[in-house]
Every structure is written in structure tokens, then in C-alpha cells.
């Protein structure tokens, strides 16, 4: 089982989640708030369904993750032009200062990931992780 694609992916994922948690812990930031601070700084006043599908978080859950980071002062929600029906995410000054902190013990973490690699390996792991995305991506539920 260790050899598998999904026990890897898996123990990659929950290292990297405890190591960044454990490096912000200080920041009060829940295990999901990272991601979404991580999309605003380079999508600020996105709507929330582009929020939730860049990434991967459930609509209803997304809801509970922005109000706890509109909670904390990061983000605020606004309508634009008159449209009621979309409401679009802005982070705040606090937001953007805690996104550099989060953006820096990402590439922390991206470095130490890819130590032994060289730019070569670390491009084809990248492209064959994006490969298997795009694969999985269009499995629908129930099929095979």
C-alpha cells in the first residue's frame, strides 16, 4: 500500500497541511482558510463559486471558511454594480499582510519538498502531477 498513487498523494497532502498548519499556527488560521488567502492575492474580488472550484471546496463549506475569515477581519464581502446575486470577496489590508506570511511558508514548504530534485525532475513532477488532476478531475461519481 505504500507504493500506491493514493497512499502517496494522501501522505503528501497530510504532511504538507500539518507541517504548514503547525508553521501558522500562531495566525489562528483554520485548515482551509490558507488556500482561499492563497487564490485572493492573485484573484481579489472573485466570486465565491470560482473560489470554491479553484480550490476544491464545497460550495456550503466555502460559506463557513469566508464568514470565519470575515470573523477575523481578512476578507469582506461586497456587490458590485448592482448585482445582487453574486457577492465578491476582497481581502483586507490584515488579509493581504497574512497572505505574504502563508505565501512565504508555502514556497518554504515547496522548497523543502523538491530538495534532491533538479529543475528538470522538479517539472516533470509538477506536469505529471497536473496530468493526474486533469484525469481525475473528469471522473464523475459512480463511474469508472
Known amino acids: 500500500m ?57 460550495q456550503a463549506t466555502l460559506t463557513s471558511v469566508l464568514a470565519g475569515m470575515e470573523n477575523k477581519g481578512l476578507i469582506e464581502r461586497r456587490m458590485m454594480n448592482g448585482n445582487r446575486r453574486n457577492l465578491y470577496v476582497f481581502l483586507t489590508d490584515k488579509g493581504k499582510e497574512l497572505t505574504e506570511r502563508v505565501e512565504q511558508e508555502f514556497l518554504r514548504l515547496e ?10 525532475e522538479k517539472e516533470l513532477a509538477v506536469s505529471f502531477l497536473s496530468r493526474i488532476k486533469d484525469n481525475l478531475e473528469h471522473i464523475t461519481e459512480g463511474s469508472e
Open 2 to 58: 505504500d507504493n500506491t498513487l493514493y497512499y502517496l498523494l494522501m501522505a503528501d497532502h497530510l504532511i504538507l497541511q500539518r507541517l504548514l498548519t503547525n508553521a501558522i499556527k500562531d495566525t489562528e488560521l483554520t485548515s482551509g482558510q490558507p488556500k482561499v488567502l492563497d487564490y485572493l492575492y492573485s484573484h481579489d474580488g472573485a466570486i465565491q463559486k470560482d473560489i470554491a472550484q479553484n480550490c476544491c471546496i464545497e
Open 111 to 120: 522548497i523543502a519538498a523538491f530538495a534532491g530534485l533538479d529543475e528538470h
